[in-house]
Nanobody
């Protein structure tokens, strides 16, 4: 049974930082491309960042480049999203996704709210 469990969300002031974690089980984690998506109220879910298996190449949405960093620890079956210089427009539910060929799995999401 595949499980992806996100954690680390919460309320933070503009300019602050959060680190999200997504712990995976039931998959060969190192083989999967891991991604973070987010969905704000009334908006479509959008890709924030992904990190490939193997060499771990990364890619980011333009809106978060230079502020967010995705990383993975294959020994812990965990992917992270370090979020710095947070803005109110980063407020959303953040989801992690594991993908390998046609197989993909989603976590349940964690709420991030950026507000003063």
């Amino acid at each position: 049974q595949v499980q992806l469990v996100e954690s680390g969300g919460g309320l933070v002031q503009p300019g602050g930082s959060l680190r999200l974690s997504c712990a995976a089980s039931g998959v060969t984690f190192s083989s999967y491309t891991m991604s973070w998506y987010r969905q704000a109220p009334g908006k479509e879910r959008e890709l924030v960042a992904y990190i490939r298996s193997g060499g771990g190449g990364t890619n980011y949405a333009d809106s978060v480049k230079g502020r967010f960093t995705i990383s993975r620890d294959n020994a812990k079956n965990t992917v992270y999203l370090q979020m710095n210089s947070l803005k109110p427009e980063d407020t959303a539910v953040y989801y992690c996704k594991a993908a390998w060929y046609i197989n993909s799995y989603w976590g349940q999401g964690t709420q991030v709210t950026v507000s003063s």
